[in-house]
């Protein structure tokens, strides 16, 4: 069936330094996909949005990559601060319907 | 910045009993959504609804749940017969349409007992 998984479950990294968090989605009629931010004990935030007519959307130090030839979606935090740590999650949907379909959430660890 | 609120920030109940959950979604939005996310676990959609009707619903929302909007500001998620299974963060959203972003709000933990 439809589904947005994710490839890393933890992700640690480095103050300072960049991070990408990776994602797959299989719905081929996905034509919407959001990142959200979900930090312990609290609801998903929004982070960054991409609709299927790009690429590439930049968003303050976030950067989200889309690439529809192998349904893959990423996103990339530059210079990681402590409060970049949380739970990040795709999403997608399609204009055929209402709901988010979201992926398994990779943990961001960022280490001192 | 307009938020989505929920009521109680915990709630636990026994097993059989009704709950419902409370939330207040962003006032200009037209469409609102109920998720659940069982512990450790990815963020399930459990049902959308607009203009005073449900427009899309996961299996996971059977006959023993159901929602209303019953005045202009309050969106409710109603559990007929609670079972621990249903022990999960339930979280509301609303958009200003289908197509855009989602905000949710921070939450109601269910402990059914």
């Not at chain 1, 609709?51 to 989200?64: E, F, I, L, Y």
């Not at chain 2, 998620?77 to 958009?95: G, H, N, Q």
Request: proline share 4%; net charge negative; glycine share 6%.
């Amino acid at each position: 069936g439809e589904s947005v998984g994710l490839h890393l479950p933890t992700l640690s990294v480095q103050e300072g330094d960049n991070s990408i968090i990776n994602c797959a989605y299989s719905n081929s009629a996905s034509d919407y996909f959001i990142w959200y931010k979900q930090e312990s004990g609290k609801g998903p935030q929004f982070i960054i949005d991409i609709r299927s007519n790009m690429d590439k959307r930049q968003g303050q130090r976030v950067t989200v990559l889309l690439n529809k030839t192998v349904k893959h979606l990423s996103l990339q935090i530059a210079a990681t601060q402590p409060g970049d740590s949380a739970v990040y999650f795709c999403a997608e949907n399609s204009d055929s319907n209402y709901q988010l379909i979201w992926g398994a959430g990779t943990k961001l660890i960022i280490k001192p | 910045e307009p938020e989505v609120t929920q009521t109680p920030s915990h709630q636990v109940t026994q097993m059989g009993q009704e709950v419902i959950l409370r939330c207040v979604p962003i006032s200009n939005h037209l469409y609102f959504y109920w998720y659940r996310q069982i512990l450790g676990q990815k963020v399930e959609f459990l049902v959308s609804f607009y203009n005073n009707e449900i427009s899309e619903k996961s299996e996971i929302f059977d006959d023993q749940f159901s929602v209303e909007r019953p005045d202009g500001s309050n969106f409710t998620l109603k559990i007929r017969s609670t079972k621990l299974e249903d022990s999960a963060m339930y979280f509301c959203a609303s958009s200003a349409d289908n197509y855009n972003e989602q905000f949710f709000g921070p939450g109601t933990r269910l402990t059914v007992l």
